[in-house]
């Protein structure tokens, strides 16, 4: 069964934790994208990978890391710096011809009190 | 800076009638122009997406129309159901010639359809 998987679905930590998400794909595609939904702003991108050992910010990157050293996997981690870090995050995957294509995990839903 | 702007914010439609949503963009490299849907608690889901050397697009009830010279596309929803009840996104894609290709989203539209 092909797809994203994103886990957990709900995370909860305390101010000045840092969190990793977790992002998997068997979908055999080199791109990978994490994004945060906010209510009334769309989808804003984080973090891009269009191969392994490679990735760009996205327009929402401070406060954030992350690490691309296998194809399937492009885990996020929410640091302590990111001020606002109470979300929902999403990965997406594509090819890298096909970049309005994205398939999109479940979301992982945070909350950082 | 890259945008896409989209309305309305939420939409109430009656079942049966025509959804409409509507974006524009000022970036002239946008290459593709998807629609995304999601349903509450889910990621979102490509739906229907048109170059821009198109004016029109049709997949079964949705459609969209492209207005290059506007720089305008719009999302139609035909015979709207309520299981089209979901929140819309439109977006654009551009091929960075350093920095990859990536999407840029809409703000969302949440369209209920009332019975």
């Known amino acids: 069964d092909g797809g994203i998987t994103q886990s957990p679905k709900y995370l909860f930590r305390k101010e000045g934790q840092n969190v990793t998400l977790s992002c998997e794909q068997n979908?055999?595609?080199?791109?990978m994208y994490w994004y945060r939904q906010d209510p009334g702003q769309g989808l804003r991108l984080i973090y891009y990978s269009q191969i392994v050992n490679d990735f760009q910010k996205g327009d929402i990157a401070e406060g954030y890391s992350v690490s691309r050293e296998k194809k399937e996997s492009f885990p996020l981690t929410v640091t302590s710096a990111q001020k606002n870090p109470t979300a929902f995050y999403l990965c997406?995957?594509?090819?890298?011809?096909?970049?309005?294509?994205?398939?999109f995990g479940p979301g992982t839903r945070l909350t950082v009190t | 800076q890259q945008q896409v702007k989209q309305s309305p914010q939420s939409l109430i439609v009656q079942k049966g009638g025509i959804s409409i949503i509507n974006c524009a963009y000022e970036?002239?490299?946008?290459?593709?122009f998807p629609w995304y849907q999601q349903f509450p608690g889910k990621g979102p889901a490509l739906l229907i997406a048109?170059?821009?050397?198109?004016s029109e697009k049709k997949e079964g009830r949705f459609t969209i129309s492209f207005n290059k010279s506007a720089k305008q596309f719009s999302l139609h929803i035909m015979d709207s159901q309520p299981g089209d009840s979901a929140t819309y996104f439109c977006?654009?894609?551009?091929?960075?010639?350093?920095?990859?290709?990536?999407?840029?989203f809409g703000e969302g539209t949440q369209l209920t359809v009332n019975p």
């Open positions: 970036n002239t490299a946008f290459d593709y």
């Open positions: 979908l055999n595609h080199d791109a």
């Open positions: 048109i170059r821009p050397d198109v």
């Open positions: 997406a995957s594509s090819s890298p011809d096909r970049t309005y294509e994205q398939y």
């Open positions: 977006a654009a894609s551009t091929r960075g010639e350093t920095s990859g290709s990536r999407l840029t």
